[in-house]
């Protein structure tokens, strides 16, 4: 359905099925649910009505290899947004297909409105392609083939057309977003009028799901609601990228991290080092220094308890210290996005801010988590963002 960035938990469990293009395809466990839905309602009720006189053996094959068909338009589909986005230099990492159909995991944003347009209209392209040719190979054949063959080319234009529906971040509504982009120029602006948008199209999808539901198509309608508060609950998620976390990685390294950290000298025995600057201390990372001064590297306190106690007045903290060339570090003029990207999957890592050669400070994932929580607390407008 849509090509979303960053945190869908949600679809984070799930089983890798095969990798296309160095792309993984994932399918989450709601998936079962669909594809046995889908399956029961064409081999009862769709496929007896529309080719008489088969047996159910027939028809139970033909609805399950439709089922299993059906997803692999999908990926088809998000195949369409990963191979554009590769194009427009935005690397894909991979797809999951889960209740409400497929999701293309981005690593990055689109950089210009063009390209967020082009990666947007892939998807519903190619589910428009496959639905077309279809419905023009169906002529060829007649009974039970025909009629499976009429019902994938009619679900794949359908889920074209869904999926522009401009219910961001459904396919249309990220269209709509590049639009406005590319309109007045300011992505964020462009963000929060889809996702309002959006938002009421998530009512109003709500209100027809329950509808539907009251007039007796239970399953329908309970998957439109679901999908309504599905974008809803993205819209919402997608706002606070723009207003929180976007302007924070805009900030300079410098104003997050902390400065001048105390550091420990690598001829140092774990003996004097723990007595003289753990205990006591309020860090369990220390930037470890050579004795005329350069940083060497980086000892934390696993690296100590991985020497047994009684051989801590022999072992020097430079011996235990992880080598400067295997840490992260970063230039203090560098953005807090680029420490995200450097900090990115990696909870215990520290990254060591320089100034041209010289350490002058130190960054946890604890500031970054600081920092959005007191931004979430006191909102953008208390700290000085810039735009
Ligand atoms: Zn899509």
Known sequence: MGSAVGDDQTMDTGLTLVHIRGIEIRLSGSVVVIVALVT???????????????????YWSVAALLAVALLAGLVAHELGHSIVAAREGVGVSSITLWMFGGVARLESQPKTARSAGRIAIAGPAVSAAIGVAALAVEPLFDGLTAAAIAWYGVINLALAVFNL????????????????????????????????????????????GALEALSGAAVGGVWLILIGWFVREAGRAELDQVTILDPLSKLCVAQVMTAD?????????????????????????????????????????????????????QTTVGSVATPLAEVATIDVAASVADVMELMAGDARRRTLVFDSTRLVGIIAPADLTRLVAAVQLAGPEAFELPN
């Open 261 to 313: 950290p105390e550091s420990v000298v690598e001829t140092a025995t774990l003996d004097s080092f723990v007595s003289h600057s753990v205990l006591g201390g309020r860090h369990t990372t220390y930037p470890v220094v050579a004795v005329e001064g350069h940083v060497v590297g980086l000892v934390n306190l696993q690296a100590i308890r991985s020497v047994d106690r009684e051989r801590w007045a």
């Open 165 to 208: 529906l401009p219910a961001f971040p459904m396919d249309g509504g990220r269209m709509y977003q590049a639009w406005w982009w590319a309109r007045t120029q300011d992505q964020d602006d462009a963000t929060r009028r889809a996702v309002s948008l959006g938002r009421t199209m998530g009512a109003i999808m709500i209100g027809l």
């Open 40 to 58: 029961w309602s064409l081999a009862v009720n769709m496929l007896p009505e529309v080719a008489e006189g088969y047996g159910d053996g027939a």
